[in-house]
């Protein structure tokens, strides 16, 4: 019997960007990439849901302010659906919505540098702790 994404060891899984700006997706895209990383692209909240449910996805990556489905509304639907799944906020807007919890932050503009701590700080979260 084949595991459903749901059920896949975090550290198997990819990154999922989530950026309605294609010119950005590809940059966000481009860095992690270029770092190693696995990455799968969408471009709205919706077809990140698609990719979610086919896909064994670790970490993703989401926009706060897309059409249709925005980050928060994605990041409801994750915690609930896929709960293992950590997420980090993109967002030029940081001060907007203090009812919502990514599990990271990251403010636009940002360097490659800062995307890439943004993803070692989740990578950090899906492994077991040495102390416990």
């Given at each position: 019997?084949v595991?459903s ?5 975090v550290?198997d899984?990819?990154i999922l960007v989530v950026?309605?700006d294609?010119v ?5 895209a481009?860095a ?10 969408a471009?709205?909240?919706e077809?990140a ?9 670790g ?18 639907r994750?915690k609930?659906e ?20 990514p ?11 800062e ?6 700080s989740?990578e ?7 102390d416990s």
């Amino acid at each position: 019997m084949v595991k459903s994404a749901k059920d896949m060891p975090v550290a198997d899984q990819v990154i999922l960007v989530v950026e309605d700006d294609s010119v950005q997706r590809r940059q966000i895209a481009r860095a992690l990439i270029s770092s190693g990383y696995l990455v799968s692209l969408a471009a709205s909240g919706e077809e990140a849901i698609e990719i979610l449910a086919e896909t064994a996805v670790g970490i993703v990556l989401t926009d706060r302010r897309m059409p249709g489905m925005d980050g928060i509304e994605l990041l409801e639907r994750i915690k609930e659906e896929y709960p293992k799944v950590l997420v980090g906020m993109i967002t030029a807007y940081p001060g907007e919505g203090s009812d919502f919890f990514p599990d990271a932050l990251l403010s636009k503009p940002f360097g490659h540098r800062e995307l890439l701590d943004l993803v070692k700080s989740l990578e950090q979260k899906t492994q077991p702790s040495l102390d416990s």
